[in-house]
């Protein structure tokens, strides 16, 4: 997903980090991608008249809200089965990884691992 809205994973990290600035395009951007994740029905016209006005198409601004929307509904599902994230995730670097962890706090100790609401334990 990083890669596909313009951002390769090292330098999302930088972002995370604060090691690199980003631009206005990619603070409003990632604004509107946060508002949707946390709460899609405060999103007004104005929000995407903000993207418009920092150059994004309104294909590009349809791009951003679907990867937000999949991505917020994505971590959803994997929420409600108990899914613990892979160690890949777990080697990189702990501000990024908290910057990308949205609803339950990772457990490292459970990680890779699957406990299905419907299983008995």
């Known amino acids: 997903m990083a890669g596909t809205m313009g951002f390769p994973s090292v330098g999302l990290q930088a972002v995370a980090r604060e090691d690199t600035p980003p631009s206005e395009g990619e603070r409003a951007m990632m604004a509107y991608a946060r508002k949707i994740a946390r709460d899609a029905n ?6 995407v008249a ?7 198409s309104g294909a590009e ?4 809200a679907a990867i937000a929307a999949a ?8 929420d409600a089965l108990g899914v613990q994230p892979d160690s890949s995730f777990l ?3 702990e501000t990024f990884q ?12 459970q990680t890779g691992k ?6 008995q334990p």
Do not use: C, N, W, Y
């Open 42 to 47: 405060q999103v007004t016209v104005g929000d």
């Open 50 to 56: 903000m993207l418009k006005a920092r150059g994004f």
């Open 61 to 64: 601004s349809f791009e951003i």
């Open 71 to 78: 991505r917020s509904f994505l971590t959803k599902v994997m």
């Open 91 to 93: 080697e990189m670097d």
């Open 98 to 109: 908290h910057s990308m962890t949205m609803g339950r706090p990772i457990d490292p100790s």
């Open 114 to 119: 699957v406990a299905l609401a419907t299983e």
